[in-house]
T-cell receptor, first 114, second 115 residues
Framework: AQSVTQPDIHITVSEGASLELRCNYS??????LFWYVQSPGQGLQLLLK??????LVQGIKGFEAEFKRSQSSFNLRKPSVHWSDAAEYFC????????????FGQGTTLQVKP | EAGVAQSPRYKIIEKRQSVAFWCNPISGHATLYWYQQILGQGPKLLIQFQNNGVVDDSQLPKDRFSAERLKGVDSTLKIQPAKLEDSAVYLC?????????????FGNGTRLTVT
């Protein structure tokens, strides 16, 4: 069954530093992959998605992610983090059966130091 | 367009009490999802509706949880009786159709605390 794993539960970076959040997927064929962000008290907002094609995907708020089949990874990156990026980030993939349901990783909490 | 609306935002109840959450999806969205998000975990699908029919309720604890989507628009999720482990954020999401390429739009959730 499709699944995603986020190895890092909590990450702290300094404002202005670069960021990389890790996501590993488990699926034989080319997966559909997503990154969502959740600010405190808010719902989930889609940052970007990968379905096929170019393995480097650009998203909103200056985020990008790279699909690497050889490493079964879909890591999220941002070159310069802003204090407002502090939030929880979720990697997700579709479940089986083309129902559209999403399966989420455990999430990574990002803390930004001034 | 208006987003997915959920109410209440917060709810505190004692164990063994009942509680209900309400969701109004984006207008025209046929598919509606209820997710449970326990602190420190990713959201987990409880139930998925397509119009007023159930697509997937395999992870819904049916002995205490129930959900309905009468008329294929609004939906209500109920817990009766509640347990301590039901403390979580309950997220509602909707999409235009079910399946790939129809993005999910999430509401802000209802935070439930069971004491």
């Amino acid at each position: 069954a499709q699944s995603v794993t986020q190895p890092d539960i909590h990450i702290t970076v300094s404002e202005g530093a670069s960021l990389e959040l890790r996501c590993n997927y488990s699926y034989g064929a080319t997966p559909y992959l997503f990154w969502y962000v959740q600010s405190p008290g808010q719902g989930l907002q889609l940052l970007l998605k990968y379905f096929s094609g170019d393995t480097l995907v650009q998203g909103i708020k200056g985020f990008e992610a790279e699909f690497k089949r050889s490493q079964s990874s879909f890591n999220l990156r941002k070159p310069s983090v802003h204090w407002s990026d502090a939030a929880e980030y979720f990697c997700a993939t579709y479940g089986s059966g083309n129902t559209g349901k999403l399966i989420f990783g455990q999430g990574t909490t990002l803390q930004v130091k001034p | 367009e208006a987003g997915v609306a959920q109410s209440p935002r917060y709810k505190i109840i004692e164990k063994r009490q009942s509680v209900a959450f309400w969701c109004n999806p984006i207008s025209g969205h046929a598919t509606l999802y209820w997710y449970q998000q326990i602190l420190g975990q990713g959201p987990k699908l409880l139930i998925q509706f397509q119009n007023n029919g159930v697509v997937d309720d395999s992870q819904l604890p049916k002995d205490r949880f129930s959900a309905e989507r009468l008329k294929g628009v609004d939906s209500t999720l109920k817990i009766q009786p509640a347990k301590l482990e039901d403390s979580a954020v309950y997220l509602c999401a909707s999409s235009f159709i079910k399946g790939y390429n129809s993005p999910l739009h999430f509401g802000n959730g209802t935070r439930l605390t069971v004491t």
